[in-house]
């Protein structure tokens, strides 16, 4: 949803959120930015060569929260939607081939969870090119909204 000036002019988005049609919430007033420097940090993030994480797929930019939005009321009052995204660092045991020999592989994903006015929350964990996806799809939504924030642009030319 396009966040307008008083003249009508598109400069930032809001998210709406909706669950098998209908309206689940409202959250991220102006978040657009926050998105758009979130993908830049996920393909910069998969393209660099990390020891710790040899998959690309494990490879997030920061170390927990990528993102919280919340809706706000004009006087201030908290409600009506939460989506947050936070990282989390997964143990998983691969077994040895010959016997009990084996080893833990560490792998990261991104626990995206939404949670609707009344309470009902939902989840989904992806990688960081499921994260890429998901986050470049509502940029290019928006397109037209976002004015100079659109992911291509550097940190640098904002």
Request: hydrophobic fraction near 40%; include cysteine.
């Amino acid at each position: 949803m396009a966040c307008r000036d008083s003249v009508g002019t598109p400069y930032e988005i809001t998210l709406e959120l909706h669950r098998d049609g209908a309206l689940y919430g409202t959250v991220g007033e102006r978040c657009g930015w926050i998105l758009s420097r979130l993908a830049r940090g996920v393909a910069e993030a998969r393209a660099g060569h990390e020891a710790r994480w040899p998959d690309p797929d494990d490879r997030f930019p920061g170390d927990a929260e990528l993102f919280a939005f919340r809706y706000r009321a004009r006087n201030g009052v908290v409600g009506g939607g939460e989506l947050r995204c936070q990282l989390r660092t997964i143990p998983i045991w691969v077994p040895g081939r010959r016997g009990p020999a084996g080893a833990w592989r560490l792998t990261r994903r991104a626990f995206l969870e939404a949670w609707g006015g009344g309470g009902v929350g939902m989840r989904a964990v992806l990688t960081s090119a499921e994260l890429g996806v998901f986050v470049e799809d509502i940029i290019t939504e928006a397109e037209g909204c976002l004015g100079p924030y659109k992911p291509g642009k550097s940190a640098r030319s904002l």
